[in-house]
C-alpha cells in the first residue's frame, strides 16, 4: 500500500513561484521511489487529469509540452518525498496537483489547490 499526501499549493499572481511536495507512506513507499516511475498529475476544473511531470527510477525527466521549461520535478528516495518547483506560473496552471506513479495505479492523495489569479 502507498499513500501519497501533496502539499504547497497556494494562491499566486501570474510569473509567480510554488514549491510542490509529495509525500509517501505506507509498506510499498520506499520501493515506489526507487523502482517505478513517478509523476505529478493535475486536474483544471472541467477537464481530465494529465500528467505533467514524471520522473524515473534513475532520475531521467519528462514534461508536458504546456510545463516544459518552467516546472522541474526532483525526488529525495531516502525521505519518500517527491517535489515540484514551478516558476513562470500561468493562468492555465491553475488545478488541483496530484502524484502517483506514472502508471496511476495507487490512490489518490487529496492534492493541493494551485490557482494563479491576476
Known amino acids: 500500500q502507498v499513500q501519497f499526501v501533496e502539499s504547497g499549493g497556494g494562491l499566486v499572481q501570474p510569473g509567480g513561484s510554488l514549491r510542490l511536495s509529495c509525500a509517501a507512506s505506507?509498506?510499498?513507499?520506499?520501493?515506489?521511489?526507487?523502482?517505478?516511475?513517478i509523476g505529478w498529475y493535475r486536474q483544471a476544473p472541467g477537464k481530465q487529469r494529465e500528467l505533467v511531470a514524471q520522473?524515473?527510477?534513475?532520475?531521467?525527466?519528462e514534461y508536458a509540452d504546456s510545463v516544459k521549461g518552467r516546472f522541474t520535478i526532483s525526488k529525495d528516495n531516502a525521505a519518500k518525498t517527491m517535489y515540484l518547483q514551478m516558476n513562470s506560473l500561468k493562468s492555465e496552471d491553475t488545478a488541483v496537483y496530484y502524484c502517483?506513479?506514472?502508471?496511476?495505479?495507487?490512490?489518490w492523495g487529496q492534492g493541493t489547490q494551485v490557482t494563479v489569479f491576476s
Open positions: 502517483n506513479s506514472v502508471q496511476a495505479n495507487w490512490s
Open positions: 505506507g509498506t510499498s513507499a520506499a520501493l515506489v521511489f526507487a523502482l517505478q516511475d
Open positions: 520522473i524515473s527510477r534513475d532520475r531521467v525527466t
